[in-house]
T-cell receptor, first 114, second 114 residues
Framework: NAGVTQTPKFQVLKTGQSMTLQCAQDMNHNSMYWYRQDPGMGLRLIYYSASEGTTDKGEVPNGYNVSRLNKREFSLRLESAAPSQTSVYFC?????????????FGDGTRLSIL | AQSVTQPDIHITVSEGASLELRCNYSYGATPYLFWYVQSPGQGLQLLLKYFSGDTLVQGIKGFEAEFKRSQSSFNLRKPSVHWSDAAEYFCAVGAWDSSYKLIFGSGTRLLVRP
């Protein structure tokens, strides 16, 4: 009964390094999301995948890329990390896209860029 | 503009006291509203949701929320707070803006005095 699993839980990078954050869900959900959480700003959507094979930009996509590898997995890649990308990253999933769809969240990846 | 406002950054209550967390939303269409709770180091857990019908909705852990369209509010309440309720609480509205997403408020951190 894992729900949404994110790896790693913590990571420290140097400026300019690259990294991929992994996310997998076992609820057979169609839609998946990546958010970042910064103090005093709530969560902001980075990218969204309505279904396998599709991805769309969210509110703050610059500096990130995503891959919807299959129905279960949705990864987030930082090609050249910058200090402004220090944040807590959350992956979420919902049964389908829609304004009335509750999203289920992973425990987050805490990322520091030095 | 689509937005969610949680006017209280921090709230402190004594264990056993009642609680009300405020949430105001701005959204042009029918609002789909959610409350999530985030314990330290954890992801977000859905407490309750409102789509339509009865304006008083019940959630998990003894929480309830009341939707008031005239005030654009969706306040969260609990009659008697337990020490384990100490966490950060986020109000969100389901939105469409080139992708489906949740628009989050900035959160209210609840501290519980013994």
């Amino acid at each position: 009964n894992a729900g949404v699993t994110q790896t790693p839980k913590f990571q420290v990078l140097k400026t300019g390094q690259s990294m991929t954050l992994q996310c997998a869900q076992d609820m057979n959900h169609n839609s998946m999301y990546w958010y970042r959480q910064d103090p005093g700003m709530g969560l902001r959507l980075i990218y969204y995948s309505a279904s396998e094979g599709t991805t769309d930009k969210g509110e703050v996509p610059n500096g990130y890329n995503v891959s919807r590898l299959n129905k279960r997995e949705f990864s987030l890649r930082l090609e050249s990390a910058a200090p402004s990308q220090t944040s807590v990253y959350f992956c979420a999933s919902s049964e389908k896209g829609g304004r009335n769809q509750p999203q289920h969240f992973g425990d987050g990846t805490r990322l520091s860029i030095l | 503009a689509q937005s969610v406002t949680q006017p209280d950054i921090h709230i402190t209550v004594s264990e056993g006291a009642s609680l009300e967390l405020r949430c105001n939303y701005s959204y042009g269409a029918t609002p789909y509203l959610f409350w999530y709770v985030q314990s330290p180091g954890q992801g977000l857990q859905l407490l309750l949701k409102y789509f339509s019908g009865d304006t008083l909705v019940q959630g998990i852990k003894g929480f309830e929320a009341e939707f008031k369209r005239s005030q654009s509010s969706f306040n969260l309440r609990k009659p008697s707070v337990h020490w384990s309720d100490a966490a950060e609480y986020f109000c969100a509205v389901g939105a469409w803006d080139s992708s489906y997403k949740l628009i989050f408020g900035s959160g209210t951190r609840l501290l519980v005095r013994p």
